[in-house]
């Protein structure tokens, strides 16, 4: 089972979750819905603003366990600092939760710098990026695989 969890701020996050539900088979929703069941892939998006990741995805992150989600898939978008995900991924390694070793992240407007971010080319390379996700078998365990 997959899910997909984001912050949006601007209406970035959300506009990259929805775009992947029919290849995740599940419906996005924002990082204010907990978990209610494990999952083996969870999409986690969000956005960086003056320089941080929102507080609610960092609370969200701190209700995760290695029980409760095998693996995150980590995206999201930026302007200006080059990724939002680094901090996402401190985060959850703290936590001892498994990241992907891929992850995604593209432009997000802001004003009138990189506007028209995401555009639907991003939206497209973000799909092939959940796709190819989703096709790896995340049931087995580090020491199983």
């Not at 936590?95 to 997000?108: L, Y």
């Amino acid at each position: 089972m997959n899910a997909i969890r984001y912050y949006s701020k601007f209406g970035h996050s959300k506009l990259m979750a929805e775009a992947i539900e029919d290849i995740v088979g599940a419906k996005a929703a924002t990082v204010a819905e907990p978990l209610d069941q494990p999952v083996d892939l969870l999409f986690l998006g969000a956005g960086v603003f003056l320089g941080k990741v929102n507080g609610a995805v960092i609370d969200f992150i701190n209700t995760l366990t290695p029980e409760k989600v095998k693996c995150v898939a980590l995206f999201g978008s930026c302007a200006i600092v080059e990724s939002p995900l680094p901090q996402m991924l401190q985060a959850l390694k703290a936590r001892g939760i498994q990241v992907c070793d891929k992850s995604f992240t593209c432009k997000g407007s802001m004003g009138p710098i990189c506007k028209g971010h995401p555009n639907a080319q991003d939206l497209d390379c973000f799909r092939q990026f959940a796709r190819s996700l989703t096709e790896m078998d995340f049931t087995k365990t580090e020491a199983q695989a």
